[in-house]
């Protein structure tokens, strides 16, 4: 009998999110993880340093334990084994995709599963307009919006702070495809190898794997966006733990949320018209998003999930400000703002979201300057 292929998957950014999944992928399937590193000194750091293996402290857990797995292979532009990659994970912040992407181009092709694990929105955008403009030679492409909280402490140990979830669907790449119908999903789940492994059934329940079409994927994403679009930068800004926020942020939370959610509208039309268009139509999953995406709603659930859920996480763009590395601004409250500009809307209206920006990218600066000239509270 002839053993069962086995699947590789690399992973392109192991940062927070690339190794809770790399090591519950590890745990629970039989695939061959590798992952990518941008440069072979990163690549000699983690084989010399990390001995190369994967680690993550689930701290939800009881005792909190360590969990660390060994990956039989890892690489980095200049020792990749050039062959076509079969599925690519990218979970590289977002502003550096493009440049992530750039080295491993050769290797993509119509038959690669690329999955998207990011924050914010505009990626897609990205990927059409400046890197996969040949529509011939497009990856099969997929996002992935995970909830989990996941970040990195001063000793380099990343932390599974809280458990929630991810969906999985497979993008359009235009905008005509937007909504799907079910047999997508039928299609997807039966043949397509990347979907296959992600929803094998022990690594589905740990790692709480949903695999959906493509509008129930974007609801749930345009949800993460706006539990983002409050927790990450009010973190940063504040230099603050989620959940020591959580009996005073309602009012800058309300403020973020009502902008966020008036451009929204407007930008994603289709699917918040969906359900007057497609609900009770068998071929088409039933949605509601209008009693889900509402200021009043949306408000309790960032403060539940951010502050409660996940009330010992420090956000990804906190992290960021801590360690003096570029954030992810632009992909979320800065893409509110560049929406409001594309949909020609007058500049008030994204108001709240721009100063959000721009406090966060001054939390940044000042961290930057500090870590130069020293702190003045301290004189």
Known sequence: MTAPQRSTIHILGLGAMGTVLAVDLLRFTNALVVPLFRSQERLAQFQKANENKVSIRKIYAK????????????????????????????????????????PYLPYINENT????????????????????????????????????????????????????????????????DMIQKKSVVEND??????????????????????????????????????VNACINPVTAILDCLNGEMKDDCGPVFTSIIDECLQILRLAYKPLFDYRDKFNGNEEYPEMDINSILTTDNMVSEVTRIGCEVNSKNSSSMRQDTLFLRDIEIEYINGYVVKLATNLNLDP??????????????????????????????KD
Not at 206 to 217: D, K, N, P, R
Request: charged share 25%.
């Open 63 to 102: 005792g909190s334990p360590l969990l660390s797995y060994p990956v039989e292979q890892s690489e980095c532009p200049e020792t990749f084994s050039k062959k076509p990659i079969d599925n690519l994970v990218v979970t590289t912040k977002t502003y550096q995709t493009k440049e992530a992407l750039a």
């Open 113 to 176: 599963n690329l999955i998207l694990i990011q924050n914010g929105l505009g990626v897609l955008e990205l990927l059409k307009e400046e890197i996969f403009t040949d529509s011939k030679n497009r990856p099969r492409l997929f996002q992935g919006v995970i909830s989990h909280g996941v970040y990195q402490d001063k000793a380099g140990i990343f932390n599974h702070a809280g458990w929630a979830g991810m969906k999985v669907a497979r993008l359009p790449w235009t905008d005509n």
């Open 189 to 226: 789940a039966a043949k397509n190898s990347l979907v296959k492994l992600l929803t094998e059934p022990k690594f589905a329940k740990e790692f709480g794997i949903e695999h959906t079409t493509y509008q129930e994927m974007l609801f749930g994403q345009l949800f993460k966006f706006l």
């Open 348 to 377: 008030n209206c994204c108001k709240v979201n721009k100063t959000i920006s721009e406090l966060a990218s001054l939390r940044l600066a000042l961290n930057r300057s500090r870590s130069i000239n020293g702190d003045w509270r």
